[in-house]
């Protein structure tokens, strides 16, 4: 079945930095990638649609500016979390589309910590 | 817009006991269904899915069915496993649009 993989699975930052999550699909491509952030003990929030070779489209009440998406490649996503701060620490799971099924596959997320 | 609801967790179960969880969905057109499991520490994984009324989804010895009339997809399974701890997520999505995810209901299957 179709793979996709989230790099690195955890990370550990210092308040104020940024950090990027690559989001891959390993054995198809998509033009369209998804990022979720996930909560302790709650569901997952659509955070953004990631398009290939144009801007993501950003859910209501997330910060485009603090929460960078690029879609350089059909295979490629990247979420960089831009001065990161203790709140922004969550999981952070990625999907993508493979089109001719209209199948989304989900990574295995990223763990962020913001000390 | 499109929804989904499932029932409050968390649900505790003995070993081999009869599982259902509840969801109902709502939504413009006719959208496909899924179920999601997400161990401790893991992303998602697809459990089951069906893509129109009736169908119903199986694997791992759990069972779905696509009810078109009651809108709803409740997750079964006849037996449980401890190694069946984990969190369920019951999911909808209409065509090329995106996921919507139930808020998930927590399960622990006790020796």
């Known amino acids: 079945g179709a793979v996709v993989s989230q790099h690195p699975s955890w990370v550990i930052c210092k308040s104020g930095t940024s950090v990027k999550i690559e989001c891959r699909s390993l054995d198809f491509q998509a033009t369209t990638m998804f990022w979720y952030r996930q909560f302790p003990k709650q569901s997952l929030m659509l955070m953004a649609t990631?398009?290939?070779?144009?801007?993501?489209?950003?859910e209501q009440g997330v910060e485009k500016d603090k929460f960078l998406i690029n879609h350089a490649s059909l295979t490629l996503s990247t979420l960089t979390v831009t001065s990161a701060h203790p709140e922004d620490s969550s999981f952070y799971i990625c999907?993508?589309?493979?089109?001719?099924?209209?199948?989304?596959?989900f990574g295995p997320g990223t763990r962020l910590t913001v000390l | 817009g499109n929804s989904v609801t499932q029932m409050e967790g968390p649900v505790t179960l003995s070993e081999e006991a009869f599982l259902t969880i509840n969801c109902t969905y709502t939504a413009t057109g006719y959208p496909s269904l899924f179920w999601y499991v997400q161990y401790p520490g893991e992303g998602l994984q697809l459990l089951l899915k069906?893509?129109?009324?009736?169908d119903k989804g199986s694997n791992k010895g759990f069972e779905a069915t696509y009810r078109k009339e009651t809108t709803s997809f409740h997750l079964e399974k006849g037996s449980v496993q401890v190694s069946d701890s984990a969190v369920y997520f019951c999911a909808s999505k209409t065509s090329y649009d995106k996921v919507i995810f139930g808020p998930g209901t927590s399960l622990s299957v006790i020796p």
């Open positions: 069906a893509t129109k009324a009736d």
């Open positions: 999907s993508a589309r493979a089109e001719a099924t209209d199948t989304q596959y």
């Open positions: 990631s398009n290939e070779g144009s801007k993501a489209t950003y």
